[in-house]
């Protein structure tokens, strides 16, 4: 199973960028898919996750800025980001908790994408 992150970039504050992370790897389903992200010099943080009913959580500093979705037949999950500002700045991380293969009854746990770096200008 692999977890392959795009979208991330330079952007002056205020700007806009979407993520996304698709998941590959024979799969039947997923349990909950998230972001996280981390500063330099700072611990990883979750920003969003969304279960596989549609539930979604958010970080208190990316409400009303930042949306997680995701296309379940595509196993990928997005994260659009507005009102970006420098505080913004870190590598982001996408995650997944469980997933199914076809033709397993068991789930396999935590994976993550490669990383994708958010740099935001002032």
């Known amino acids: 199973v692999q977890l392959q992150a795009s979208g991330g970039g330079l952007v002056q504050a205020g700007g806009s960028l979407r993520l996304s992370c698709a998941a590959s790897g024979n799969i039947a389903g997923i349990n909950l898919m998230g972001w996280y992200r981390q500063a330099p010099g700072k611990q990883r943080e979750l920003v969003a996750s969304i279960t596989s009913s549609g539930s979604t959580a958010y970080v208190d500093s990316v409400k009303g800025r930042f949306t997680i979705s995701r296309d379940t037949a595509k196993n990928t999950v997005y994260l659009q980001m507005n009102s970006l500002n420098p505080e913004d700045t870190a590598v982001y991380y996408c995650?997944?908790?469980?997933?199914?293969?076809?033709?397993?009854?068991?789930?396999?746990?935590?994976?993550w994408g490669q990383g994708t770096q958010v740099t935001v200008s002032s």
């Open positions: 995650y997944v908790d469980r997933i199914r293969q076809a033709g397993s009854l068991s789930m396999k746990t935590d994976f």
